[in-house]
């Protein structure tokens, strides 16, 4: 596609309640991120894939975050029994590069999640 | 672990003003380094990087940032700011760690520009 699509754009969850945040990279791109921005900071790491092999995922917050890419394409950001502070915007973003030099990275729009 | 210090949270400038917003890091090693900007409902865009060469880097719409090495610095400048220049801008900081591929980002600086 034209850039890196998230859905859904907003998700209410009730505390407790599971979520699940889709990802659609840029066609071809190799790796692919994850991060979290709260309100009125910058995103933070939360994991990295690099086709379908996670090879990072020191920035998830707990083991209630999982990440899954299966096809080396569309990936899938989990949470479960969601609480409060898990409300932010999560950002996915893509570039091309595997191994190798650093290569730009192209964010989708973010999915706003509200736990209430 | 790396970090990014933007010092000024918010920014308010009239159009024509001169810009200059602060980055910070922390990591003595090889980094690349990285100015976005997130428009009013919009997903945050690349303005302008640096890897490696010249410590002066030019990016679209007008903006350029200088990287410092000795201050670990990399601030971001424009002459004349317009309007629609009004937006989030985050520094960022990819470390060269091992394999490491995500970005460190500062707070971000809220840019108010005035007509």
């Known amino acids: 596609g034209a850039g890196v699509s998230q859905s859904p754009r907003y998700k209410v969850a009730k505390r407790g309640q599971d979520v699940a945040l889709r990802c659609d990279p840029i066609?071809?791109?190799?790796?692919l991120f994850w991060y979290q921005q709260a309100l009125g900071q910058g995103p933070e790491f939360l994991t990295y894939?690099?086709?379908?092999?996670?090879?990072?995922k020191s920035g998830l917050p707990s083991d209630r975050f999982f990440a899954e890419r299966p096809e080396g394409s569309v990936s899938t950001l989990k949470i479960q029994r969601t609480q409060q502070e898990d409300s932010a915007v999560y950002l996915c973003?893509?570039?091309?590069?595997?191994?190798?030099?650093?290569?730009?990275?192209?964010f989708g729009q973010g999915t706003r999640l509200t736990v209430v | 672990a790396q970090s990014v210090s933007q010092h000024n949270h918010h920014v308010i400038l009239s159009e024509a003003a001169s810009l200059e917003l602060g980055c910070n890091y922390s990591?003595?090693?090889?980094?690349?380094l990285f100015w976005y900007v997130q428009y009013p409902g919009q997903h945050l865009q690349l303005l302008l990087k640096?890897?490696?060469?010249?410590?002066l880097v030019k990016g679209i719409k007008g903006f350029e940032a200088e990287f410092i090495k000795s201050k670990f610095s990399f601030n971001l400048r424009k002459p004349s700011v317009q309007w629609s220049d009004t937006a989030e801008y985050f520094c960022?900081?990819?470390?060269?760690?091992?394999?490491?591929?995500?970005?460190?980002f500062g707070s971000g600086t809220q840019l108010t520009v005035l007509p």
């Open positions: 973003a893509s570039s091309l590069e595997g191994t190798g030099a650093y290569t730009e990275a192209f």
């Open positions: 066609s071809g791109h190799v790796s």
């Open positions: 894939f690099q086709n379908e092999a996670q090879l990072d």
């Open positions: 990591y003595g090693g090889t980094v690349n």
């Open positions: 640096y890897f490696s060469g010249d410590p």
């Open positions: 960022a900081v990819n470390a060269h760690i091992g394999s490491a591929r995500q970005l460190t």
